[in-house]
């Protein structure tokens, strides 16, 4: 895991705003590596993730959060998710047969579509907001959203390119008066950063260059990485819950399973033998194939 994909948390002494700055260029890689994906929806992806790693930051409880844009566009799906560990994979859609051309802006690849964010605590409910892309950009997307959800007024810079991904979150504490002249000067400031300086410099650089003449402690960072948690074993789980039928049918037809995961490309292959033995294997799952 590389030292630049980090996260750090900041607070501004005298001004209710907390801020984040993460850097998540190796784990962007990770992504697309084992994908064909073309560069407009890399970009998008590295805008998602570095949007999912700030999200997650803010998350108070042991849980996890997907970002989805979902559409009628080229680009059906892409999607990130993340927990509060900071460890996040990625997928993207295309349909088939289908171009997207360089440069493609937000709408030009999803369409008519909307951005979905999912919170699922590992102890309590799940809530799941909805918005509508009427923002040009991922980052005025999620803006809005914070709007109409939380009505906590907050910021995201993204910034992206063929060197990696960065971003920075400014938003307004909850529960705490706020001056919004306040949040909007340090969003003036914020908004003067360069991409080369967020994604190439340490992040205690660009912070003392956007806020030198601001008083903010800056926490300990938190890395980030990349982290698929598919297996053999959850996919021989899978494999029990079919109708035996279904699974004898795809044996007969191609000798072989093969399993493949959307977001790391990796392959499980079961065959006729492994199968048995998935079907023999003590179990408690009443719904396993027998």
Known sequence: ???????????F??????????????????IVENHDYVEP?????????????????????DGDITVQLQG?????????????????????????DAEIAPGSSLKEMVGNGY?????????????QGVVGLEADTLAGCLEDYFMRSEQLPTRLFIRTSDKGAAGILLQ?????????????????LTETVKGEELIELPATDVL?????QEEATVFDPTPVSFKCTCSRERCGEVLSTLPVEEV???????GEIDMNCDYCNSHYVFDAVDIAALRNAPTNNSDQVH
């Open 115 to 127: 951005l979905v964010i999912t919170i699922s605590p590992e102890k309590g409910e799940r809530y």
């Open 72 to 96: 009628d566009g080229p680009l059906t799906l892409a999607v990130i998710n993340g927990n509060n560990r900071q460890e996040l994979r990625g997928v993207a859609r295309v349909q088939e």
């Open 41 to 61: 929806v890399k970009t998008l992806l590295g805008e998602l993730l570095v949007a999912t790693s700030l999200l997650t930051a803010t998350l108070k409880f």
């Open 13 to 30: 002494e005298n001004v209710a705003v907390r801020g984040q700055l993460v850097n998540v260029t190796e784990t962007w890689r990770e």
């Open 248 to 254: 004898n049918e795809i044996l007969e037809e191609d």
């Open 172 to 188: 307004v504490l909850p529960a705490q008066e706020s001056n919004l002249d306040d949040f909007n000067h340090l969003a003036t």
């Open 208 to 212: 003392w260059r956007l806020y030198h």
């Open 1 to 11: 895991m590389s030292t630049n994909d980090q996260l750090h948390r900041y607070l």
